[in-house]
């Protein structure tokens, strides 16, 4: 079994100053690393023999400070002898590579060996995991800054006794030791975080001889909870209870304190002091929102779980696209822009942000892998529209919360009935392994009942 503990430490002012150079060296690594994997590339597959292809100027030790053997050294190694005795040269990639040139880059910066092998060791490895993520069909690995770069991991030489933990070339430190790490378990890793109000570090445990949560299989699934997510109420479930959304950053009081203090910071002269004191403090209201958040999320997971029910039903939504911005329009005559909704989509943009879907969904599956439960995600297309006595779908089913029927005029309320369709879609695919439902598909029909726009 693997788990992460996350505790707040306790630096001195030396130890403090030391974790920030460190944090600012490996971003420079981490950029230095990217950029060589890129100019190697460009030089190898764009350019081909070419340094520069203005110039026409052919690629040799003189001219060109790429090497055209591998990103950083030669791709081709003799580590293994076959049965035979013959050397077995295996190729290598361009993190080990990297991670082979690492005391040559100590040795050219000297300041680079103030900082943990395993530390420099695991910021190849990100890279490396940024590439396995852009393979995997994501986004392309970038440059980082100081805003999106504030971690570093270490991986030997961890101890803790009592409320002190031991971390190499930095020595005992103090921390806020909230919770007993169970007897059994190993520490495997340490990230050590800077976050707005400190420096926390998330220690990375395990013990083999406990297995990992299992979730049941579906075909023992008998009851299953519908949930349906939405603003006005943050959870509709189907057992008609709702769950409330506080709203932690879209409230009135939050929303003032936040734009007094963005003022604040506007009217103070760019670089100054004072104007780093005052983002220190709204970044410091903008982890305590987060914080809020993430406390009531985990408890209206637990709410959710202890539900006597075998499984969990979730819309699986596509959140990154329902923040997408809305499309340009142009006039063809005049080709002028015209209004496309995007200042009245900012405000709807911001809830759905404030709500957290992807983290409360999470925060489920992950409750609910640990009590054996299934979490089934389910397609929530015209769940809210859909009406559950006919199976009549029309977008003016709809009027705000209310649902009716305009082809048999069932009356209910429509998140709610949302949440009892998600169920026995999710019922549909227990039992035949389909997300479509079992009732007769019906044929979407226009109405003149003209719907009612609501804030």
């Known amino acids: 079994m693997l788990t992460n503990y996350v505790y707040k430490l306790r630096p001195n002012a030396t130890q403090s100053t030391k974790m920030s150079n460190w944090v600012d060296m490996l971003r420079s690594h981490y950029n230095w690393c990217l950029n060589d994997r890129l100019t190697q590339y460009a030089q190898q597959f764009i350019m081909g023999e070419y340094c520069d292809i203005r110039t026409k100027a052919e690629a040799c030790p003189l001219t060109c400070f790429v090497s055209k053997n591998g990103a950083t050294g030669e791709p081709w190694k003799e580590s293994k002898i076959d049965k035979k005795g013959n050397p077995v040269n295996p190729r290598r990639n361009a993190g080990m590579i990297q991670d082979a040139a690492l005391p040559e880059l100590k040795k050219a910066r000297p300041w680079f060996a103030g900082i943990d092998s395993t530390a420099l060791q695991q910021n190849i490895k990100r890279l490396d995991k940024a590439y396995e993520n852009f393979f995997d069909g994501r986004g ?3 440059f980082k800054n100081r805003s999106n770069f504030t971690s570093f991991t270490m991986t030997m030489g961890i101890k803790i006794q009592k409320n002190k933990i031991y971390l190499p070339k930095l020595g005992w430190m103090r921390f806020y030791h909230s919770r007993q790490i169970p007897d059994g378990f190993t520490i495997k890793a340490a990230t050590i975080r800077k976050r707005q109000d400190g420096w926390y570090i998330s220690l990375r445990i395990e013990d083999k001889t406990i297995p990992d949560y299992v979730s049941s299989p579906l075909t023992n699934v008998k009851s299953i909870l519908g949930c349906d997510l939405g603003l006005t109420k943050l959870v509709h479930l189907s057992d008609n209870s709702q769950i409330d959304n506080p709203r932690f950053a879209t409230n009135k009081k939050t929303r003032r304190t936040l734009k007094l203090r963005q003022r604040r910071i506007s009217r103070k002269v760019k670089g100054s002091v004072n104007r780093k004191k005052e983002t220190k403090k709204i970044g410091r ?3 305590k929102i987060a914080d809020k958040r993430q406390a009531r999320e985990w408890k209206v997971a637990n709410k959710i779980i202890s539900r006597n029910v075998d499984a969990i039903a979730i819309e699986d939504l596509n959140v990154s696209g329902m923040m997408r911005r809305c499309k340009v329009k142009v006039d063809s005559t005049t080709g002028r822009f015209l ?19 992807s983290d409360l969904t999470l925060k489920i599956e992950y409750l609910a892998a640990k009590q054996g439960k299934v979490v089934i995600k389910v397609n929530p297309k015209h769940s809210s529209q859909e009406c559950r006595n006919c199976g009549h779908v029309d977008k003016s089913n709809r009027d705000g919360e209310k649902f009716i029927c305009v082809k048999c005029g069932h009356m209910t309320h429509a998140d709610i009935g949302a949440a009892k369709t998600i169920r026995d879609r999710a019922f549909d695919m227990v039992r035949g392994d389909s997300a479509k439902p079992k009732r007769p598909k019906q044929r979407k029909e226009k109405s003149t009942r003209t719907p009612v726009q609501t804030c």
């Open 140 to 142: 392309f690995p970038k």
């Open 285 to 287: 209201l903008h982890k």
């Open 339 to 357: 209004s496309n909704g995007q200042s009245r989509k900012k405000a709807l943009n911001r809830s759905i942000s404030d709500a957290s879907w």
